[in-house]
């Protein structure tokens, strides 16, 4: 009986940590209406009459793919932690929402494709950046739970900076009609992903003082991620039919990296942001530690 209840309850955890992954990654995209975009690829597709898929699909929408992908991976593991304190069952619930959500996807766009260069080559960039993006969600998850200090809080930058994307993404569901709030978020990423840096590091502390390589992990991935989205943004955008000669690709491909570059230079963004969230951080790891001290010395008394 009680292994039973056992089983019952594992899988129940899988069960709600998959849905909930899904249905938390995807949420930008259902708010937007889940269709299928236009697009050469699939050119039988009229304008707001595509087939519903699970995740973010068309070539405009590749960041966003990748991003709630990696959130698919993210959030079940997290949450079957919180519930189980096991990775496990989260672990499978992730594969299970990933399995459903990416076949339904593939299986949709695949089919409209028509055979040409262009639409296979944009089909297997949505499996292979789907796949990728889940497996580097799972790994940070289970590093953010149970990994050292250090990579703990390396992790947790990761997704600090992911979730600050998916924001932006919820927030602009409809690019056509954009608020003056909407506008203010948007301008405004930079210091919102500082402020979140910000609680990962004071969280996170600077003891033992290995956490440290923590807080320099935090900072290159918050800076490289979202420079590699601005790439992967810019492939999407200017892809057209999805460049069907090898001269086409090679150019697509040599002009992404020119964008990578060009994010990455310390020249082109701001680097106060990440330098007041250094500073905002320690401050609040002293005040963590303090906090904690003296609730040790009472608890003493």
């Not at 949450?79 to 096991?86: I, K």
Request: net charge positive; charged share 10%.
């Amino acid at each position: 009986m009680s292994s039973s209840s056992s089983l019952l309850r594992g899988t129940a955890v899988v069960l709600v940590a998959g849905s909930l992954g899904w249905l938390a990654a995807a949420l930008p995209w259902l708010l937007e209406g889940g269709r299928l975009p236009i697009s050469s690829a699939w050119p039988s597709v009229v304008p707001d009459a595509g087939p519903w898929v699970a995740l973010p699909a068309g070539e405009h929408r590749l960041s966003a793919l990748l991003v709630t992908c990696g959130l698919v991976g993210v959030v079940p593991v997290v949450v079957g932690h919180l519930l189980r304190r096991s990775l496990w069952p989260g672990v499978a619930g992730a594969l299970v929402a990933a399995t459903l959500s990416i076949g339904d996807t593939w299986r949709t766009i695949d089919s409209l494709s028509g055979g040409s260069r262009g639409a296979e080559l944009l089909v297997a960039a949505h499996l292979g950046l789907a796949l990728l993006g889940l497996l580097v969600g799972l790994v940070v998850a289970i590093a953010s739970c149970r990994g050292p200090r250090w990579l703990r809080t390396t992790a947790r930058g990761a997704v600090a900076t992911v979730l600050v994307s998916w924001v932006l993404d919820l927030v602009v569901t409809d690019p056509i009609s954009i608020s003056g709030w909407q506008t203010w978020v948007i301008a405004h990423q930079q210091h919102l992903l500082a402020a979140v840096l910000a609680v990962v590091l004071a969280v996170a502390g600077w003891r033992p003082l290995t956490t440290l390589l923590g807080w320099l992990g935090a900072l290159a991935v918050v800076w490289v991620i979202p420079a590699g989205l601005t790439a992967l943004t810019y492939l999407g955008s200017y892809a057209g039919g999805w460049a069907s000669t090898s001269a086409g690709q090679s150019e697509l491909v040599d002009g992404a990296l020119d964008v990578l570059r060009a994010a990455l230079d310390p020249t082109n963004r701001p680097v106060w942001p990440l330098a007041a969230a250094l500073v905002a951080g320690a401050g609040g790891a002293a005040v963590l530690a303090l906090v904690r001290s003296r609730r040790a010395g009472t608890a003493a008394l």
